[in-house]
């Protein structure tokens, strides 16, 4: 073997080794170790981030926005890698606004390898926070929740917590409508940190838009209406709804005290409550519009129909007096309502009887939820014939011995109004584009019965009425008052009262039903000076709006 | 000089065994076309020939494969052996393509990544969008609250009139013809707004023991409210049931 062969046999040895070695490193990289640094590559090299589905918005029924999302970031640290964490935190201290000793105490959290700095702040911030390229300290896509109208129709509308599911309100119900699905992205960089690649693994949806009965503009007025009531008589809490007699539809649904949607944590129970479905409370005399109603319905009596009262009148062990004491008189049944006569409702319900006046409330809806698309709505408290005492056709009458919610009241006086068929109220007017249902209805009275209440409650804001001093120029108006004594400790309170009124109007076409629920009020407490005047504000200010004309038309 | 001699023949055996490979080679191709021995052939009635042991069933794409397999690989040899793949891979060229082969491969690469990088490039950039403009549109839902509203209208001294002051008309025939004329002839401009003399009763009066009087809105003067309200709305003879003042 020549020299040269032997230096190639050599040379070929040496690259046969060399193959030799490279094949055996590749397949302890490849085989043995693949799975565990294919692994650790991934996970430097591939991201999967979670690109939030921001939720539907809330419209008004003019489609101006009540609640909407807006694309946000949530910032985090990873203790262990944060470097210099003092410094880090005042630097994050600075950018967040915040305090800089809770944000060392996060940042140097021994027992956790994932701390949030901070949720839902708006992209400038995140922006801030991510220029300052701290070690440790990372930003997540994410979406908060806008309330544009500020406190506007709060309760309504409801609220989401952090992780944007509803809590409250529409929020809560309308989860399902609402709610938008999260999607998934994958970004692919490159050994120095460089995006080299994006995809989509799952696209993020948004929910679907929620469209409601109620009128921004409406809703404002009614809650400034509430807020100056609340200025002057401290009440513990006040309700006003504006409705669309014709439909049910609700237009306003005004609560005071108000809550903050964006911080609902914030807001004690009260303030969240929706107290025209949540409440119950004696209706007190606005009550006695359904007991002429029922007794008109039997033909036992006639708006002209006279009835000799004395000043008090006795049933079993009670004895039912006026608010203001009189002597012996004579009054027609719409003078009854007009004067809302205790003595002579009482007289009416007693010629009623028990058994059809229970069927005649239960007719107008009381004693059972109204079915308003809202969630948590009370039903009310009303006794079964079987369980009245001696007295109840005593209290029944006038309002007393059972309890309400300001809706039921507000859909019954809305039937009296449109003519005597009782709508279930609504709130949503559109669900995902499509027009929500119009929900049941079903005639409760006659026509021509209905047109006398109606008449008959006209009286109540004449000259004479417990609601004279109040008017809108140019509209005829109808409504009831409503002062009821609250029970406290069992028995009837001399100082705790529940003062209301609901009306409507133009009283011979009403187009606009409002009431009005003040719970406590202080100084006074008649339904015809607290709450009625605040029916005058709303009314002065709906009727036109929306383009309802004296005589009954328009809109 | 035995060494000379055997040097001579160790420098004379590559090139014998080169011109007997160029040949070689040479004879190759025709070799390649050939058909294999019987292949092709076929008896006068036109059926192939063959020996195939009896009882094994017949089947034509068993039959087929080996042909097609054999044919494919032959033209594929052929390539090798052709001529120009031999003088380019003899020659300097060959030294060329495959440089440029290499650079274009790399360049592919780079040039996919580079897509890739822009892609995703604007990806994030219609995200930011996106977000921006998440983040506008419920900013202008906030410009656009009844109260920013409300707080605008005060400030070009609009006003809510009074219900009493609003009365409906019927239109006319020639309403709308009328109100074009006149709006053609400039008679209505935003110059007729009169200046806000109260005020705006956006915020309503609180509610107080006082009875509700028809006045009682946060117009001073009921007379210069109308004035107001009915500054910028067109004669009743125009309007075709519009809002005016009496």
């Known amino acids: 073997m020549s020299l040269l062969e032997r230096r190639i046999g050599l040379l070929f040895a040496l690259f046969a080794l060399a193959l030799c070695v490279v094949v055996a490193r590749a397949s302890w990289l490849q085989g043995v170790r693949g799975s565990e640094l294919r692994a650790d590559a991934q996970s430097q090299q591939i991201e999967t981030v979670v690109v939030p589905g921001s939720r539907g918005a809330i419209l008004d029924r003019n489609g101006t926005e009540l609640a909407v999302s807006e694309d946000a970031a949530t910032i985090f640290a990873t203790p262990y890698q944060v470097e210099d964490p003092p410094r880090a935190a005042a630097k994050l201290a600075k950018a967040l606004d915040a305090d800089p000793d809770e944000l060392l105490e996060l940042l140097t959290s021994p027992d956790s390898g994932f701390q949030y700095v901070a949720r839902k702040v708006d992209l400038p911030t995140a922006e801030r926070v991510r220029k300052l390229r701290l070690a440790g300290i990372g930003t997540l896509a994410d979406s908060r929740r806008i309330y544009p109208q500020g406190e506007l129709a709060s309760q309504v509308i409801g609220s989401v917590g952090v992780d944007n599911n509803g809590l409250t309100g529409l929020e809560a119900s309308r989860e399902e409508t609402l709610h938008g699905t999260a999607g998934e992205r994958e970004i692919v960089r490159d050994a120095l940190g460089k995006e080299l690649e994006r995809n989509t693994l799952a696209s993020a949806n948004a929910g679907s838009d929620l469209r409601l009965t109620i009128d921004a503009s409406l809703q404002a007025q009614a809650e400034e209406v509430l807020a100056g009531l609340a200025e002057t008589y401290d009440p513990k809490g006040a309700t006003a709804i504006v409705m669309d007699p014709r439909n049910a539809e609700v237009l306003a649904l005004a609560n005071h005290p108000a809550a903050d949607p964006s911080d609902p944590g914030g807001a004690t129970p009260e303030e969240l409550a929706n107290r025209a479905t949540g409440y119950t409370y004696e209706p007190g005399s606005t009550f006695k519009a359904f007991t002429v109603a029922g007794a008109l319905e039997e033909g036992i009596v006639t708006p002209e129909t006279p009835f000799s009262l004395p000043p008090t009148i006795q049933v079993a062990d009670r004895v039912i007096e006026e608010s203001h004491p009189r002597g012996p008189v004579t009054l027609s049944v719409a003078e009854i309502l007009a004067q809302s006569s205790n003595v002579g409702a009482v007289t009416v319900g007693l010629e009623v009887g028990a058994k059809r006046f229970d069927h005649w409330i239960r007719e107008f809806g009381f004693g059972s939820p109204t079915g308003i698309d809202f969630p948590g709505e009370e039903q009310g408290i009303v006794l079964r014939p079987s369980e009245y005492s001696g007295s109840t056709m005593g209290n029944l009458p006038i309002g007393q011995g059972l309890s309400v919610t300001p809706i039921q009241m507000a859909a019954g006086y809305s039937a009296i109004a449109n003519g005597g068929v009782l709508h279930t109220p609504r709130v949503v007017l559109e669900e995902d584009g499509q027009a929500a249902g119009a929900g049941d209805r079903r005639r409760v009275i006659s026509r021509r019965n209905s047109a006398k209440l109606r008449e008959m409650l006209r009286g109540v804001l004449a000259p004479g009425g417990t609601a004279s001093e109040v008017s809108v120029p140019g509209y005829t108006l109808a409504g009831k008052t409503g002062t009821a004594q609250k029970v406290v400790d069992g028995v009837y309170s001399d100082s705790q009262f529940v003062a209301s009124f609901v009306g409507f109007a133009p009283a011979e076409d009403p187009q606009l039903l409002v009431s009005v629920v003040v719970d406590e009020p202080q100084g006074d407490y008649y339904g015809g000076t607290v709450a009625a005047p605040a029916f005058g504000e709303i009314a002065k200010f709906a009727l036109p709006y929306l383009g309802i004309e004296a005589g009954g038309r328009g809109r | ?246």
């Open chain 2, 1 to 246: 000089m035995p060494a000379t001699a055997a040097a001579r023949r160790v420098a004379a055996a590559p090139a014998r065994r080169a011109t007997a490979s160029r040949a070689t080679l040479k004879k190759r191709p025709t070799q390649g076309r050939r058909k294999p021995a019987g292949a092709g052939r076929r008896p006068p009635n036109g059926r192939a020939t063959g020996s195939r042991p009896r009882g094994r069933p017949h089947t034509p794409v068993a039959g087929f494969v080996p042909v097609v397999v054999g044919r494919t690989a032959g033209a594929f040899g052929g390539i090798a052996d052709s001529s120009l793949v031999v003088r380019m891979t003899r020659g300097r060229l060959w030294i060329g393509v495959l440089g440029v082969l290499l650079v274009g491969i790399v360049a592919l690469n780079v040039w996919a990544l580079s897509l890739n990088a822009s892609s995703s490039k604007v990806a994030r950039q219609t995200d930011g969008l996106k977000r921006a403009n998440s983040a506008l549109q419920a900013q202008i839902a906030a410009e656009l609250s009844n109260e920013e509203v409300q707080a605008a209208a005060a400030k070009l001294g609009l006003i809510v009139p009074e219900p009493g002051a609003i009365r409906y008309l019927e239109g006319k025939r020639n309403a709308a013809a009328i109100a074009a004329r006149r709006l053609a002839g400039g008679e209505f401009t935003l110059g007729e707004v009169a200046p806000a003399v109260v005020e705006p009763p956006a915020v309503p009066a609180a509610v107080t023991d006082a009875p509700t009087a028809p006045e009682d809105a946060a117009v001073a003067d009921p007379a210069q409210a109308t004035a107001t309200a009915t500054a910028p709305v067109a004669p009743p003879a125009a309007t075709g049931g519009g809002v005016v003042a009496p």
